[in-house]
Every structure is written in structure tokens, then in C-alpha cells.
């Protein structure tokens, strides 16, 4: 089992930023990619941007592409999300997840372990 547990979120105005972590533990040598995917009440999880976690190959929603940065720190287990240039479009649920493969890195369905998602709300 792998453990993910989000941080960073809050309410930020238009044109801010805000850093996410995802911090994991448990059997983390299993991990192939951390995974960023974000969701609003009634729509279905969307994501966002993965990283690979021996390699560092990033992958990037269009939409988030230019503003959002993810890096990892392999030693501290951590994952980063880094979201400059915030828009109230990207109000949504945040929520890290954990990939044993890397089969379909850009899809929900990639994933094995969840977190519980961190908030992040823009005001226009």
C-alpha cells in the first residue's frame, strides 16, 4: 500500500499562486508516476500533470500547460505542484495519486492509490 497525503490548498485571488505537496509513504519503491488530477461537484476528475518518478518526465493538461509546474524530490518522497497565474476556472478538489505503471498517466483509471484531495479555490 502506498499513503498520499496532499497540503497547499486555499483561497487565492485570480493572477496568484499556490504550491501543492503530496507527500507519499508505505511501499513507495512500487511508485512509476505521481500523478496531479483536480474535480468540481458534478463534473469527473480531470487531470491535471504527472511526473514519472525515475526519470522526471512530465506530462501536462493543455489547459494547465505554462502555469502549473510539478517536480518530485525522490529523497523526501514528495511530489510538488507548483500553480502560478491561477484562474477561478482552476477551483476545484485537488488530489495527488500514485501510479505502479505507466499505463495511461494521463487517465484516472492509471491510478492505484488516492489521496483525499486538498481544496484550492480562486477568486475572481
Known amino acids: 500500500q502506498v499513503q498520499l497525503v496532499e497540503s497547499g490548498g486555499g483561497l487565492v485571488q485570480a493572477g496568484g499562486s499556490l504550491r501543492l505537496f503530496c507527500a507519499a509513504s508505505?511501499?513507495?519503491?512500487?511508485?512509476?508516476?505521481i500523478g496531479w488530477f483536480r474535480q468540481v461537484p458534478g463534473k469527473e476528475r480531470e487531470f491535471v500533470v504527472a511526473?514519472?518518478?525515475?526519470?522526471?518526465?512530465?506530462y501536462y493538461a493543455s489547459s494547465v500547460k505554462g502555469r502549473f509546474t510539478i517536480s518530485r524530490d525522490n529523497a523526501k518522497n514528495t511530489v510538488y505542484l507548483q500553480m502560478n497565474s491561477l484562474k477561478p476556472e482552476d477551483t476545484a478538489v485537488y488530489y495527488c495519486?500514485?501510479?505502479?505503471?505507466?499505463?495511461?498517466?494521463?487517465?484516472?483509471?492509471?491510478?492505484?492509490?488516492w489521496g483525499q484531495g486538498t481544496q484550492v479555490t480562486v477568486s475572481s
Open positions: 508505505g511501499r513507495t519503491f512500487t511508485t512509476n508516476a
Open positions: 511526473i514519472t518518478w525515475s526519470n522526471g518526465d512530465t
Open positions: 495519486a500514485a501510479a505502479n505503471t505507466l499505463l495511461g498517466v494521463t487517465e484516472s483509471y492509471g491510478y492505484d492509490y
